[in-house]
């Protein structure tokens, strides 16, 4: 199994360009998340979804965009990218009532210049 | 909405030593879990060790314990007999029942192990 991967690991966008982060599971998990890591602030919920068809935003929306095309796949679109969301990109998965684990990708360094 | 606090950003001890790492928490639920994730240069985030809050014993995982108290709304790490591959950022972070499994984040703690 290769878990829980994300592509690409590096981009470097303009201002204003746009780019989808692209993550995928193959732990037949239901719920997905993604995150974004900025220093001295750990890292905050963007959006997640439940189940296939269905998301919701977490604590950080503004500005990105997803779609849970099916069980195994789960993307983040930035329409317009601005400096602000330079970040590190965590991807996740879990199944409910396991204990709750959450599983994550190896991280997306995305730079807007 | 919940907060986690983590208020030691960094922290250093010698290797083969003990070290606690520490977490409060605010909360109104009454039933939630809570993790301790350790990220290592490698960027890749790794669950370390869990506790549900309705149990009143301490997790612990091999050298990793927790001191987790409910009351106090306080969930330290202990890493025990440290090794130089513990030195990475740690985090505390906190998780509703019933809350989509989303979790609630710390600042983190960047932890260093001395040779």
């Known amino acids: ?113 | 909405a919940q907060t986690v606090t983590q208020s030691q950003p960094e922290m250093s001890v010698q290797e083969a030593e003990t070290v606690t790492l520490s977490c409060t928490y605010d909360t109104s639920e009454s039933n939630y879990y809570l993790f301790w994730y350790k990220q290592p240069p490698s960027r890749q985030m790794i669950l370390v060790i869990r506790q549900e809050a309705y149990k009143q014993q301490n997790a612990t995982e091999n050298r990793f314990s927790v001191n987790f108290q409910k009351a106090a709304k306080s969930f330290s790490l202990k890493i025990s007999d440290s090794q130089l591959g513990d030195t990475a950022m740690y985090f505390c972070a906190f998780m509703k029942y019933f809350g989509n499994e989303k979790l609630t984040f710390g600042t983190g703690t960047r932890l260093t192990i001395i040779p």
């Open chain 1, 1 to 113: 199994n290769a878990g829980v991967t994300q592509t690409p690991k590096f981009q470097v966008l303009k201002t204003g360009q746009s780019m989808t982060l692209q993550c995928a599971q193959d732990m037949n998990h239901n719920s997905m998340y993604w995150y974004r890591q900025d220093p001295g602030m750990g890292l905050r919920l963007i959006y997640y979804s439940a189940s296939e068809g269905t998301t919701d935003k977490g604590e950080v929306p503004n500005g990105y965009n997803v779609s849970r095309l099916n069980k195994r796949e789960f993307s983040l679109r930035l329409e317009s990218a601005a400096p602000s969301q330079t970040s590190v990109y965590f991807c996740a998965s879990s199944v409910v009532g396991t204990q709750n684990e959450q599983y994550f990708g190896p991280g997306t360094r995305l730079t807007v210049t």
